[in-house]
């Protein structure tokens, strides 16, 4: 727990500390994540940091540096003097970076991968959001090499300066500390990000194990405790009585203005996938119809209270405090929150993850076919990029070869679309996928085709061993999509898939 949290400035930057034990820590932070890029330069943010870090020297005290959803920050423990040197070398190269390491540091970052959630996580955002904001975690984008110079430069320069940063320290600033980062204008944060799949709904990805997500507001006390419930009540079931899963995690994922996702992810014992999903499901049903008790709410508050009072919490709390100053949003202190919590009642909760569930969105692994209604009674839905089953009228078609379609009954069914407002694209059965060309969020060169990206996570690959005589295809494409769209396929990536 923080206790007399104090507020200084540094050459612009606000500074929140507080007196903790042992050695002094800091973290600068700045407000600029994953959310905040785009998926023609994902990756841009981690290669700021990854181009600041490179310039420190060898170092023999604990120090480290992140890109979250939300924010990225820079951390050092040492002596004051450690923790000075460390800040300034940081502050230096982001007001200068050296460029010229680019190409070295997005092979680093290849090498790294960019991903920064948990993979059933980073599914659900995508699901919810698509390729825009948070959605694009889920994706690896057109590669680190592919991330033009003048990305790096901008997003340094809209970002990365003192009035977009906060620091924080679990001792009082040591003296002579300077943070000489360049001025700028705070980026605006006034709304949470619109959704594009508000559910309930599920889908299948490449995930370990199925997980659940809820949009909702991240403070809401009453949510906050459901949702601790249900995780123990799932914990209790998969892991404990039944040995069907390795880990239960959970996560608040903010995705602007305190609100985002409760989710919930899974680790499924192979050959369980099916089976888990499916009791993860229906413990969520039964979270909302049944209710919550006395006994569970006073366990998980108890929990709440062993975190957020432990004198080892402070830097966390610190953090806290200054992500909320970042965004705009009212920080309220652990004795605040507990108190919060501790009214709300067992009907409360049982209403706040009921009203919840009817936003869930259920990822499940591959190949696993669930059958699932919610609780009125109809099945749940299977959510797609584009639902529909028919091309229009106006869009020229394109098939596979006729030797692919003597090969193969999926090749016979297939067909390609391109009309003067996108693609449509239909492999065998499976629902028609559609991209406008007005939501074309990137277009992947290889070789004579084109793979096209959309804003609701559809892609659709226009290849010539796909499909026969594309070059008009390939044309509309390249002159629908704005340039800035293009990139050609990274060397670094192996599947080159986005």
Not at 100 to 110: F, I, P, Q, S, T
Not at 368 to 390: F, I, M, N, Y
């Amino acid at each position: 727990m923080i206790r007399r949290m104090q507020r200084d400035v540094i050459d612009g930057v606000p500074v929140l500390w507080a007196q903790a034990p042992g050695p002094l820590e800091a973290a600068l932070v700045f407000g600029c994540g994953v959310r905040d890029e785009t998926f023609r330069c994902l990756g841009v943010t981690q290669l700021v940091e990854r181009l600041a870090t490179s310039t420190l020297p060898r170092l023999h005290h604990e120090h480290g540096s992140a890109v979250t959803l939300f924010c990225t920050e820079f951390t050092v423990s040492g002596s004051a003097v450690q923790v000075t040197a460390f800040l300034t070398r940081i502050c230096e190269a982001l007001s200068a970076l050296p460029l010229e390491r680019r190409e070295r540091e997005a092979g680093v970052l290849a090498a790294e991968g960019i991903g920064v959630l948990d993979t059933a996580d980073a599914e659900l955002l995508s699901l919810r959001y698509g390729t825009l904001g948070a959605g694009v975690a889920s994706w690896t984008g057109p590669g680190p090499d592919r991330i033009p110079a003048e990305a790096v430069r901008d997003t340094a320069a809209r970002f990365f300066h003192a009035d977009n940063a906060v620091l924080v320290l679990t001792g009082p600033p040591p003296a002579g500390l300077r943070l000489l980062l360049p001025r700028g204008i705070r980026p605006a944060r006034g709304a949470a990000q619109p959704v594009l799949t508000a559910g309930p709904a599920w889908f299948q990805a490449d995930v370990p194990g199925p997980g659940l997500a809820l949009h909702g507001d991240l403070g809401d006390p009453a949510l906050v405790l459901a949702h601790a419930v249900f995780q123990e009540r799932v914990a209790q079931r998969v892991r404990h009585q039944e040995g069907l899963a390795l880990r239960v995690g959970t996560a608040r994922l903010d995705t602007g203005a305190g609100r985002g996702e409760f989710v919930l992810s899974l680790d499924a014992r192979e050959g369980q996938e099916r089976y888990v999903a499916e009791l993860l499901w229906h413990e969520a049903q039964r979270m909302a119809g049944t209710a919550v008790t006395e006994d569970e709410l006073a366990e998980e508050l108890a929990g709440f209270r062993e975190v957020w009072l432990d004198p080892r919490s402070a830097f966390h709390e610190l953090a806290e405090a200054a992500t909320c100053l970042l965004f705009g949003l009212d920080h309220q202190d652990a004795p605040a929150r507990l108190d919060a919590l501790a009214k709300v009642t067992p009907e409360q909760a049982r209403q706040a993850f009921c009203a919840a569930l009817a936003t869930a969105l259920l990822v499940v692994p591959c190949g696993a076919e669930v059958e699932l209604r919610r609780r009125d009674g109809p099945p749940l839905p299977r959510d797609v990029c584009s639902p529909t089953r028919v091309f229009p009228s106006d869009v020229r078609v394109f098939k596979p070869s006729l030797y692919q379609r003597a090969l193969s009954p999926t090749a016979r069914a297939a067909r390609l679309g391109v009309g003067p407002c996108g693609l449509w694209y239909r492999e065998g059965d499976a629902p028609v996928r559609h991209v406008a060309f007005d939501e074309v969020v990137g277009v992947e060169w290889r070789g004579a085709g084109r793979v096209v990206f959309g804003s609701r996570g559809c892609f659709i690959p226009v290849l010539p061993e796909l499909w026969a005589k594309i070059g008009p295809a390939v044309a509309a494409i390249d002159a629908a999509v704005p340039r800035a769209l293009h990139y050609p396929a990274s060397a670094l990536l192996a599947d080159g898939d986005g």
